[in-house]
C-alpha cells in the first residue's frame, strides 16, 4: 500500500456526552474533507469516528481492487467501535459516505438519526 497523503488519517475523538456520530467521507476522498464536520460534533461533546474507508488517502490505483462490501465493512467496523462507548449514534456522510449512512440505517435500526450529504443513491419508487 502507498503512504498515506497528509489529511487523510482517520481520526477519533473521546467526547463528553454519551452520543456519538460515525462521519464518512465520499468516494477518491478521504477523512480530510469531512475533518470540519467531525471536529464541529466534538466541540458539541459528542464522541466521533471518521474513519479511511478501503482505497482512499493514498493514489487511485489503490482502489481499484475494493469493492462495496470493503466499505460496509470499514463503516461497519467503525461504528462497532463508537457504539460500544456511547447510548446513541448518528451517522453523516457525503456522496459514497452518504450512500454508507443510508446503509447503516438499514442495517442498524438502532442508529439514532442520519444525516446524507449528496448520498450516492437511487430512489426506489
Not at 5 to 28: D, F, K, Y
Not at 55 to 75: K, N, Q, Y
Request: net charge negative; glycine share 12%; hydrophobic share 50%.
Amino acid at each position: 500500500m502507498t503512504a498515506l497523503i497528509p489529511g487523510a488519517e482517520p481520526w477519533s475523538h473521546n467526547g463528553t456526552s454519551r452520543s456519538g456520530a460515525l462521519v464518512i467521507h465520499g468516494l477518491t476522498s478521504n477523512p480530510d474533507s469531512m475533518r470540519g464536520v467531525a471536529k464541529g460534533l466534538a466541540a458539541a461533546g459528542f464522541h466521533v469516528e471518521l474513519p479511511l474507508l478501503p482505497g482512499h488517502g493514498t493514489v487511485m490505483e489503490d482502489l481499484v481492487p475494493i469493492r462495496w462490501s470493503h466499505f460496509v465493512d470499514a463503516a461497519d467496523a467503525a461504528y462497532a467501535a463508537l457504539a460500544a462507548r456511547v447510548d446513541k449514534v448518528v451517522v453523516v456522510g457525503l456522496s459514497l459516505g452518504g450512500a454508507l449512512t443510508l446503509r447503516m440505517g438499514a442495517d442498524h435500526p438502532e442508529v439514532a438519526g442520519l444525516v446524507c450529504v449528496n448520498p450516492a443513491a437511487e430512489p426506489q419508487v
